[in-house]
């Protein structure tokens, strides 16, 4: 028993010490470095987030400006998007960060965090 138990106490604090899953924020830095962005460049960042109508769309955009993004609304079919821009590194723990609080915030308001992209230069 105390084999059993000092293995999964073992377990558990190796999946620790490797840190956070870094989630598909890495992965999608790392296919954009391999498609030629240089790693560590400061790139405009587009956040997406669905609403099935604007009330919800309109809160976050407000508190996304209030977190220094430029957010713009947007018709969607039936629905709206509220798409969020800022120039910044592209780094898989803010990112990673972005999506789990900005979600959480479109989530209170009726929406979803649909992910983010790299706005190509005009």
Do not use: H, N
Not at 22 to 49: C, K, N, R, W, Y
Not at 68 to 96: D, H, N, Q, W, Y
């Amino acid at each position: 028993m105390r084999q059993i138990v000092f293995g999964i106490l073992l377990g558990l604090a190796l999946v620790g010490c490797s840190g956070e899953d870094p989630g598909p924020d890495a992965a999608q830095i790392e296919d954009l470095v391999d498609d030629g962005m240089a790693p560590g460049s400061t790139q405009e960042v587009e956040l997406v987030f669905a609403f099935p109508a604007a009330d919800g769309a309109k809160k976050l955009c407000k508190r996304l400006k209030a977190e220094s993004f430029i957010p713009v609304l947007e018709a969607a079919g039936e629905g709206m998007l509220c798409r969020a821009r800022r120039k910044m590194v592209p780094e898989a723990t803010v990112l990673g960060d972005y999506r789990r609080r900005f979600g959480a915030w479109a989530k209170s308001f009726g929406g979803e965090y649909q992910g983010w992209s790299i706005v190509a230069a005009e």
